[in-house]
């Protein structure tokens, strides 16, 4: 079952194509939200809370809900059929949960002592140098959370990959089990072959989180 599962995922294409793209993602979302979210807590700025407001609305807003405006949108772009549509967004805040994770930046930068960069500041420091060396290293722990459920949520996504690719060498491995999951139904195969190829491929799918949890 698991030979027949990594033939059927094209597993070698489908997990480079996933762990690029989610990676890629991750890392360029937890960069974003963390510069928006120091923002938020550290800089005065006319409307402040109003935006704060309209960011923790976009947290209750489905991606179903929008993502038909998003394929027009990407459409009249150029960006259908290419990754552009999940990595920009990630790259400007936005992306899965974009919201939820400028919320947490925003939370922990608020509680960190202002005489960090009272003393940064007096010694010379600019807005950027004082953000990345003096604040961003102590939020090590709200990183590591930020990237772990960002890489999770893009690896997982299937709904949006299913819109805006549609070429098969362009898959995800979510995508691809679905495409087992049809074609099995399809062929009509014995049912618990056809499960346990499913099953088997689910795991292979999700092994490389398992791995990563455990580092």
């Not at 690029?20 to 963390?34: H, P």
């Not at 999940?86 to 925003?106: E, K, Q, Y």
């Not at 608020?110 to 007096?122: H, Q, S, T, Y």
């Amino acid at each position: 079952n698991y030979s027949r599962a990594f033939l059927a995922l094209e597993y070698p294409l489908s997990f480079k194509n996933t762990v690029l793209v989610a990676g890629a993602c991750a890392v360029l979302q937890t960069i974003s939200c963390a510069i928006v979210g120091y923002g938020f807590a550290r800089i005065r700025f006319p409307g402040q809370d109003w935006l704060f407001m309209l960011v923790l609305f976009a947290m209750i807003v489905p991606p179903q809900a929008i993502i038909i405006q998003l394929f027009i949108l990407y459409g009249e772009l150029g960006w259908l059929d290419t990754y552009l549509p999940f990595i920009v967004p990630s790259a400007l805040g936005m992306g899965l949960r974009g919201a939820l994770f400028v919320f947490i930046f925003r939370q922990f930068f608020k509680g960190m002592p202002w005489e960090l960069e009272d003393a940064a500041r007096i010694d010379g420091a600019g807005p950027l140098r004082v953000f990345f060396n003096i604040m961003l290293p102590p939020a090590q722990p709200a990183i590591v959370v930020v990237f772990l459920f960002a890489f999770v949520w893009h690896w997982n996504d299937s709904l949006e990959p299913s819109i805006y690719l549609n070429r098969a060498e362009k898959f995800f491995l979510p995508q691809r089990l679905t495409v087992v999951e049809m074609a099995l139904e399809n062929l009509r195969f014995h049912a618990m072959w056809g499960t346990g190829v499913i099953m088997a491929a689910a795991l292979l799918v999700i092994l490389p989180l398992l791995v990563l949890y455990l580092f």
